[in-house]
Nanobody, 114 residues
Framework: VQLQASGGGLVQAGGSLRLSCAAS????????MGWYRQAPGKQRELVAG???????NYVNSVKGRFTISRDNAKNTVYLQMNSLKPEDTAVYYC?????????WGQGTLVTVSS
């Protein structure tokens, strides 16, 4: 199973980015998919997740600003990030869980300038 993340970049505070995570198999085969991030010197944290059934959850700091979604036909999960803040700067990782096994994509760097 491969997860290919893309869409990171440099953006000014208040701007938007959309991350994409393309899977090499049906995303509906995953129990859960999500986006994590890791800022320098900090632990990796779950930013947003989506279950096979379509339920979503978010870390409090991004609620109302980030939206996780998916396109089943394209086997792709997205993270729309709006109203970005400098504290959102991190490497973002796509994650998928199948039968308690975690799959990770390569990270994509998001840098938000003030």
């Amino acid at each position: 199973v491969q997860l290919q993340a893309s869409g990171g970049g440099l953006v000014q505070a208040g701007g938007s980015l959309r991350l994409s995570c393309a899977a090499s198999r049906s995303i509906l085969s995953f129990n859960n998919m999500g986006w994590y991030r890791q800022a320098p010197g900090k632990q990796r944290e779950l930013v947003a997740g989506i279950t096979r059934g379509g339920s979503t959850n978010y870390v409090n700091s991004v609620k109302g600003r980030f939206t996780i979604s998916r396109d089943n036909a394209k086997n792709t999960v997205y993270l729309q990030m709006n109203s970005l803040k400098p504290e959102d700067t991190a490497v973002y990782y796509c994650n998928g869980v199948v039968d308690f096994f975690n799959y990770w994509g390569q990270g994509t760097l998001v840098t938000v300038s003030s």
